[in-house]
């Protein structure tokens, strides 16, 4: 990391951190998707996908994973990570199958580990939990994050419809064999 850059520590989330997993949610897709997806439609997401309620349903539900990178003073959050039941459309799924929902770290943690901890994290759950198979799509313009998904040995199975506001989007659905 560069001279001066803090390390992040990490931790699994509770219902508790669901305010704190909103913002952060919020405030990492508008930066990795201001300039790609119309903001107009990235607000109205956020509005609707990056409330508190949101991540207390999958905090609750059995197959729901988070984890915080947080930076001190404070334990400011600086990326995440969410793991739910899948949510592909039907031929994609197969028995055994989770999906990583969301990973996401601000650019300026990008390159020191941050992201690379946060699928350690995941891939690990997952394992734990006796997945077969981890799922995930990705914006078909973000050619950073899809180049991390492959050399963590993700491989396209299929597309989706992926709507943003009042944007849709022909997303590729990845798969990492477990």
């Known amino acids: 990391m560069a001279e001066g850059q803090v390390f992040p520590t990490f931790r699994a989330c509770t219902v508790a951190d669901a305010s704190m ?4 949610g919020a405030a990492t897709l508008l930066e990795a998707f201001a300039g790609f997806i119309p903001g107009d439609s990235l607000l109205a997401h956020c509005r609707k996908n990056h409330v508190p309620e949101k991540y207390v349903a999958v905090l609750e539900h059995p197959m729901g994973r988070a984890w915080v990178a947080e930076v001190a003073p404070g334990g ?36 020191g580990g941050t992201g690379a901890k946060l699928m350690e994290l995941g891939i ?22 899809i180049a991390f998904y492959t050399k963590n040995g993700f491989r396209k199975i299929g597309t989706r419809e992926f709507h943003v506001g009042g944007s849709t989007f022909e997303d590729p659905v990845l798969a990492l064999e477990l």
């Open 21 to 24: 997993l909103s913002v952060i």
């Open 76 to 111: 400011c959050p600086v990326g995440y990570a969410m793991m739910t039941a899948p949510e592909f459309p039907e031929g994609l799924v197969r028995a055994g199958d989770v999906e990583l929902r969301r990973i996401y770290v601000f650019t300026r943690f990008h390159g």
């Open 124 to 145: 690990a759950s997952a394992r734990e939990m006796g997945a077969k198979r981890l799922l995930l799509g990705v914006h078909p313009g973000n050619v950073r994050a």
